[in-house]
């Protein structure tokens, strides 16, 4: 189905259209959201309620960019949204209080070679965390969902200048923060 008969379609509340959305992009959300939030089942609620708001906005859809741009910025929107309450949540009832290192499920194959690679991830991982909202953010669209810089442009609502910019700050505070582990 071209974007254009999907819109239109998705507009009038055609139910083919909504499953030809969720078909052609429903792996797209899921991954980001899988690689923004870190877990499973939250990933997979922060899917569900990204097409949840397609499906209650699609007439405010201005056609400004691709659809798939538009998804892009409301997947983002929606993983920053449920990161903030999950905080508010977490300080709220004071679960950080009582919050222990998790430990690592290791495998009687190689367990050394499990856990030097859990922590490397693990390493990575925080490296990435500690990067501004905006770095992390066009970090993952480019390296991990293979966005060019334009494509990343639109979904951000910036210039490729600013996309740009915030990937070269992001590649150096990343080296900044890893290599003086390499040269242990």
């Not at 052609?24 to 959300?29: A, F, K, S, T």
């Not at 892009?72 to 290192?101: D, G, V």
């Not at 290791?106 to 909202?133: F, G, M, N, T, Y």
């Not at 992001?170 to 290599?179: E, H, P």
């Given at each position: 189905?071209?974007e254009?008969e999907?819109i239109?379609?998705?507009?009038r ?5 909504f499953?030809?959305l ?7 959300v899921?991954r980001l959201?899988r690689?923004?939030?870190e ?6 609620d922060?899917a569900?309620?990204?097409?949840c ?5 699609i007439?405010k ?5 691709k659809?798939?741009?538009w998804l ?10 449920h990161q903030r309450?999950k905080r508010r ?5 004071l ?10 499920s290791?495998?009687p194959a190689?367990?050394?070679a ?17 990067l501004?909202?905006?770095q992390?953010?066009a970090?993952?669209l480019?390296?991990f969902?293979?966005l060019?810089?334009?494509e990343?442009?639109?979904?951000l ?8 910019s915030?990937?070269f700050q992001?590649?150096k505070n990343l080296?900044k ?8």
């Amino acid at each position: 189905m071209q974007e254009q008969e999907l819109i239109k379609g998705l507009q009038r509340g055609d139910e083919q259209a909504f499953k030809s959305l969720y078909a052609q992009y429903g792996d797209m959300v899921y991954r980001l959201c899988r690689r923004l939030l870190e877990d499973e089942k939250e990933a997979e609620d922060a899917a569900q309620d990204v097409f949840c708001k397609v499906y209650l906005s699609i007439n405010k859809f201005r056609q400004e960019a691709k659809l798939s741009s538009w998804l892009y910025r409301m997947t983002i929107n929606q993983c920053l949204n449920h990161q903030r309450q999950k905080r508010r949540a977490r300080f709220l009832t004071l679960e950080w209080l009582s919050e222990r290192p998790e430990t690592a499920s290791l495998s009687p194959a190689d367990p050394a070679a499990l856990v030097e690679s859990k922590e490397q991830h693990e390493i990575l991982r925080a490296a990435i965390d500690a990067l501004s909202e905006t770095q992390r953010i066009a970090l993952i669209l480019y390296r991990f969902e293979g966005l060019s810089y334009q494509e990343i442009a639109q979904v951000l609502g910036c210039s490729v200048a600013a996309v740009e910019s915030r990937l070269f700050q992001a590649k150096k505070n990343l080296c900044k923060k890893l290599l003086p582990l390499l040269k242990r």
